[in-house]
Every structure is written in structure tokens, then in C-alpha cells.
């Protein structure tokens, strides 16, 4: 695999997709150390030779595969939990898990999207991919936890409505911030969850 270490930066370098996906060279080649971290931008992801195209799904619906696309990565976010109206207290943030999937066998999914908790501090819902095969799921935060996330090659739960014993008044990000999946301020709704994907052929 093709890495970066700790004098180059992408695009200087060709990144692998699995060292995005694992977050850290994992190959037996010589030209650098293995096990070095990576640490690669959204943007730079999308650079990767075979880049085909991304889907984003803010609702609910069906991937299907796109002609010439056999591998995709996915991001699965699940919904912020909401703040408490009157109160202070903020909502946790969604779980998010990311999977580098060989789709070749695929031919769709399907694609469900958590919806951000309500004032009362509810939970958010959780987000998923299902192919008969992979379930692939963020879930959503509450006023009480975050979101945890599973089937990822990457599982990251999502942050919590406190700060060093103290409540979080802002609210609480997920991997993507606060705009998707992330946890409501006090009195403010959870922000709706997320699944992402990345086409490569």
C-alpha cells in the first residue's frame, strides 16, 4: 500500500484506500515504517485513483450500483439525540461506522436514515446500510449516552452531551459536526443522521 508518514502529505503520496479505512499502514513494504497513522481529509479521499462518484443520503432510500463501480467506502451516522427545552442539557451525537465493501456481488441497498431526537431529549434513530449480506449501522445518541456504531471496519461512537463532568451547552458533534448527527443544545432539536458513499471502481 502507498502511504503518507511524517514528512509527506497526500497528494504528495498515492494513499491506499484500506489505510484510510484501518487508519494505519498495515503493509510489509520497506519504504516506511508499518504501523505509522494516516490521516487523510474527506477531500483527499476523494482523489483516489478509480474515484467514481459519491452518494449522500440525508433520508431514507436504495443505493444501487452504479455501472463500472465494484468497491465503495461508507460512512453510516446515526441521528443526535436532542436537548432538553427549558433545561441544561444537550443531546449525544450519533455513532458513525465506516466499511470498505467489494460490491461486485451487489446490486443495491437498502438505506435507512435516523432522524434527530426532539426537545423532550429524545434519542436520535439510528442510521444503516443492508445488502442481505452487511449491516452496517450508526446509532443515534440521547440525552443520556452517545451513539455507538457497528459492523464497520471502523466503529466510533459519537460524543457526549457532558465536557469534563460539566453539560455540553452547544451541542454535541458528530464525525461530521454538528449539522449531521449532531447532539441539540439545550431546546434544540438532534440533527438528522447521515450515510455516505464513496464509489471507486
Sequence with gaps: MAKINDTTTFPNTTPALDDFVIGTDVSDTGNS???EVVTFTFD???KL???K???VFTSSGTWTRPTGVNN???FVTGGGG???SGGSFSGGSGGTAMKRLDVTGISSSTITVGTGGLTTGGSGGSSSWADGTNTITGGGGSLAGVGTASGGDVNMS???SYLSGSPNLSGSPSFWGTNLGGGGAPGVVGSPGVVVVLEFS
Design 33 to 35: 515504517a508499518d504501523g
Design 44 to 46: 483527499a479521499i476523494t
Design 49 to 51: 485513483g478509480g474515484f
Design 53 to 55: 462518484g459519491v452518494q
Design 72 to 74: 465503495v467506502l461508507i
Design 82 to 84: 436532542g436537548g432538553v
Design 158 to 160: 459519537g460524543t457526549s
